[in-house]
């Protein structure tokens, strides 16, 4: 479906993809919060969000017949980026849980804020299916 691009000499990059090239229907999911269906937080735990946004973000890939398996690109919004790195490890296997094994190019940004209170991530995704 696609190919990882891996510049030679490059160290191996963790956890995400330094490029990809694929062919094929192009699904955008915007940024997702850990809220759950009703627009309501179970959770002011860090990880739990990030766990909720990643599955909302499944939810609406499936609208379009996609998986995690076809997400070429992320780019997460952290409130603290401090946090995200403490928690690297439990974020890491909360994410091959919900996502697999699947390393699509990624952008970490830190922000003030997110648009709802207690939000403290936001992910958007793009997937192609192929043709």
């Given at each position: 479906m696609f190919q990882t691009l891996q510049p030679p000499g490059w160290a191996p990059a963790k956890g995400y993809s330094n490029g990809i090239s694929t062919r094929g229907r192009m699904v955008f999911v915007a940024g997702m919060i850990g809220w759950n269906v009703q627009c309501?937080?179970?959770?002011?735990?860090?990880?739990?969000?990030?766990?909720?946004?990643?599955?909302?973000?499944?939810?609406t890939l499936a609208c379009a017949g996609a998986g995690p398996q076809h997400v070429v690109r992320m780019?997460?919004?952290?409130?603290?980026?401090?946090?995200?790195l403490r928690r690297s490890r439990e974020l890491g296997q909360a994410y091959q849980e919900i996502m697999g094994r699947n390393y699509p190019v990624m952008t970490l940004v830190q922000v003030s804020a997110l648009l709802e209170d207690r939000a403290q991530v936001e992910i958007e995704a793009t997937a192609v299916v192929p043709d």
């Open positions: 309501q937080f179970e959770t002011d735990d860090f990880v739990q969000q990030c766990r909720q946004s990643l599955r909302n973000i499944l939810q780019t997460w919004y952290v409130t603290d980026k401090k946090e995200y």
